[in-house]
């Protein structure tokens, strides 16, 4: 399909600072930041259940804009409103998401069999059109406003949801995937890579100008597990994608962001495998982030979102702390929390938030 045209951007700065430029102040956008926290948010989606309205492209375009309408001029990027489980559903698995619950999928792969179950040859353009969609939609609608972020989950982590059916703390059939049908796991992990290469290109060909890969549960494998069945497939991800976009005539820099929650003993090779930007959860010393780095990537985070529930003064001290620990910001950093947002979040607490971070980083 021939790529869309859309207006000039009127803000790029975490374009620029994803790509290591020097920026007059840090960029900040928020994981989850277009979400139920807003009241917007329930009167737009009003009765459909969580997939029906990711797919309806007018109403996910209007939720993906809500935050930046709601903290004018304080959020430097728009991320589009979906779900990491729409690349199992485009491989041909049922996903639901349950009221108060979470994810489920009626029917997970629990032996290698069930990869019979799984469409051979994934057509992202036919299986996630809405998705492209809505992002050329959202891409219009903020007429260059600010930059429009894609994503997708990591391999090793759409495969945890694939497997235990939905959200775990055990963990028991994912780590019995990979310690009892290794062949089978690692057959898995490439049929996904295959596909989020795929649909993330798309992505960029539909109007997104950032990406995201969410190894959410990166934190749940030990280092020698992580080498094995989470680092080579994201790094696919990283070495593949631009020679996909080449292929669909896109040959400007797409700047990529990985984030792998809890796998803190990684983090060197993280920097190492081509993302131009390594997202951190709470549980990182920003100095001892920054002299790992060594400047290879953009660093971003890491604010612990529960911050948000203290005291403003609270909130002021930690953006400080933060801020300091990542040089000040001018260079190689995006802020961001160290995960998504609550939905009992007040948005007068994350607009102060996001104040503080304008001030503090503009020092």
């Known amino acids: 399909m021939p790529r869309p045209t859309f207006a000039d951007m009127k803000n790029d700065l975490i374009l620029r600072a994803a790509k290591g430029e020097k920026v007059e102040r840090p960029p900040v956008w928020i994981m989850r930041q277009a979400g139920r926290y807003l009241p917007e948010y329930h009167e737009v989606k009003g009765t459909r259940d969580f997939f029906e309205t990711c797919r309806d492209a007018e109403v996910a ?4 804009i809500q935050p930046i309408r709601h903290f004018p001029g304080l959020i430097d990027a728009a991320i589009i409103f979906s779900d990491i489980l729409v690349i199992p559903q485009a491989m041909g698995m049922e996903v639901q998401m349950v009221d108060k619950v979470g994810p489920s999928f009626p029917h997970p792969l629990r032996h290698p069999d069930d990869l019979l179950k799984l469409r051979k ?22 007429a260059g406003e600010v930059p429009l972020l894609g994503f997708c989950g990591a391999p090793w982590t759409l495969l945890v949801y694939m497997v235990e059916g939905a959200g775990t703390k055990m963990f028991r059939f994912a780590k019995e995937w990979i310690y009892k049908y290794e062949d089978a796991t690692h057959e898995l992990l490439q049929r996904i890579t295959d596909v989020a290469v795929d649909f993330l290109a798309h992505q960029v060909l539909a109007g997104a100008q950032m990406l995201q890969v969410f190894e959410s549960w990166g934190g749940e494998l030990g280092p020698e597990e992580f080498d094995v069945f989470s680092k080579p497939y994201i790094q696919q991800i990283a070495e593949r994608l631009p020679l996909k976009l080449q292929e669909l005539g896109i040959t400007e820099k797409i700047p990529v962001t990985i984030f792998a929650k809890g796998s803190w003993y990684a983090l060197d090779e993280l920097c190492g495998l081509g993302y131009d930007a390594v997202s951190l959860d709470w549980t990182y010393r920003p100095e001892d982030a920054v002299k790992v780095a060594k400047g290879r990537v953009a660093l971003q985070g890491n604010l612990d979102p529960c911050t948000i529930y203290g005291s403003k003064e609270t909130i002021t001290r930690k953006v400080e702390t933060m801020i300091k620990g990542f040089g000040g910001g001018k260079q190689n950093y995006i802020i961001n929390f160290g995960h998504g947002t609550h939905p009992f979040m007040k948005p007068e607490q994350i607009e102060w938030f996001l104040k503080e971070c304008h001030r503090v980083g503009s020092l």
Not at 61 to 64: D, G, K, L, Q, V
Not at 121 to 142: G, N, S, Y
């Open 61 to 64: 375009s209007e939720i993906t």
């Open 121 to 142: 040859d994934v057509d992202v353009t036919k299986e996630l059109a809405w998705a492209f969609k809505a992002i050329t939609l959202t891409r219009t609608k903020l």
